[in-house]
């Protein structure tokens, strides 16, 4: 069974920095991209980056210049470095990948979410 676990949301005063963590772990073979999202609506979420295994990244652009995503060696863990974060940066971010099991089953897998809030 295939877990993306989440960790470093937190309180942050404006200006600050946080770094998010998210392993995966379970029965993979591969990770082809790793990313997170932070919900919009109830039923919607956006990108925030995205990183792949070949190490291309995308960004949205309400952060760029701000937030660094990154994948360890391992390629199983991704993390968010978020600086000069804004109130409007405060949000859940969800880990989000696209798994191959050792099964060949491929598909995508959230995690559960960290909350992130900016504020004085």
């Known amino acids: 069974q295939v877990q993306l676990v989440e960790s470093g949301g937190g309180l942050v005063q404006p200006g600050g920095s946080l770094r998010l963590s998210c392993a995966a772990s379970g029965s993979i073979f591969s990770i082809s991209v790793m990313g997170w999202y932070r919900r919009v609506t109830e039923n919607q979420r956006e990108l925030v980056a995205s990183?792949?295994?070949?190490?291309?990244?995308s960004y949205a652009d309400s952060v760029k210049g701000r937030f660094t995503i990154s994948r360890d060696n391992a390629k199983t863990t991704v993390y968010l470095q978020m600086n000069g974060l804004k109130p409007e940066d405060t949000d859940v971010y969800y880990c989000h990948a696209h798994i191959t099991t050792y099964s060949m089953s491929s598909m995508y897998y959230w995690g559960k979410g960290t909350l992130v809030t900016v504020s004085s």
């Open positions: 990183v792949t295994s070949v190490g291309n990244t």
